[in-house]
């Protein structure tokens, strides 16, 4: 039974075109589906890295661009004002704990936070007396959030200004319902001199972005020095020699510095072996030329 014997060939032909009508009509179709239509889509929508937030050099997304801050310092502040608890600082230190402590420590201080159960030593349990290495007292607790415990999941908590530190000791001295043997008269002597005398600096802000642009600019190849021919007679290699420069910057203390550097590390660095029996007067000359740059 062959197909023939259903249909004449004028009719095989004419069920052909139909077919290839339809697989013609179905890949335009296709076509219109999977980029007509969603090219009209986007049209208009911003190119990657047009607005919105900054995307980094890989095309992601860079959550820490931040913008550009001037420094500046917090001034002293009055020790009297940090050395008993007062509505503003306990008010401060309850925030504080919250954020940095409480994951640790509990909410409540008792050393059962959601994260103590992964650290091999106990967050210390506030409410309790015993156990405590720098001690209860106020410069004892400062000693503890400026220094952090060694060896333990304790960090420094250099990072919160010295004020803060005392807010956050006051909120969990609260927590301690035993009694505290009373504060050593020279100890709270001594914080109270550190409190008076360090002001916070805040360093600058600079964009990420700007960072690694000077980064990137700082390790770039120098260009090969190009020197005098008294004190071309040192170099061997001025493009390895200037790389060598850059990177140990040490040499610009004196030309003796120079000198003692430059041939320990020839001639790898791109320095003349020969230079090691070269006079003093070479030497300053040559430290004389680099100082400026190294460009004639
Ligand atoms: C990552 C967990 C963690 C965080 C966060 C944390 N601590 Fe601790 N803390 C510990 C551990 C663990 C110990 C016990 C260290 C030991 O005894 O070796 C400890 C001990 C202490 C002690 C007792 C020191 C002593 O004399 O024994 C004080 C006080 C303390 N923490 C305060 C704080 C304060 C205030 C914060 C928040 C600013 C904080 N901790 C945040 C884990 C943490």
Redesign the pocket.
Known sequence: MRIEDYAGPEELKRLASAFMTVVLGLMVLALFVFIVVPGMRSAGAPAAGEGGAPLGANGWLDPVEVPAAKGYRIPPVDPKTLLTPTAQLLARGSE??A???????GALGR?D?P??RT??????D?TRPE??????GLP??F???SA????????A?DT?TPKD?MA??H??RAFAAFERRPEDPAALAELAKIFASSSVAVPNRIPLSLALRKLEEEYRTPAPLSLSPASARLIRDPARAAAWLQASPAWRKSPAALAERACAGAPANGFAVSAAVLDAESWRGLYAELSKGGRR
């Open positions: 504080l704990f954020r940095d402590c409480a994951q640790c420590h050393g936070g994260a103590a650290l091999t030593s106990a967050p210390r506030f156990g405590w290495k720098n001690g209860t004892a607790m000693k503890t959030l952090g415990i060694p060896g333990s999941a304790m960090a908590f919160l530190r956050v000791i909120h969990l």
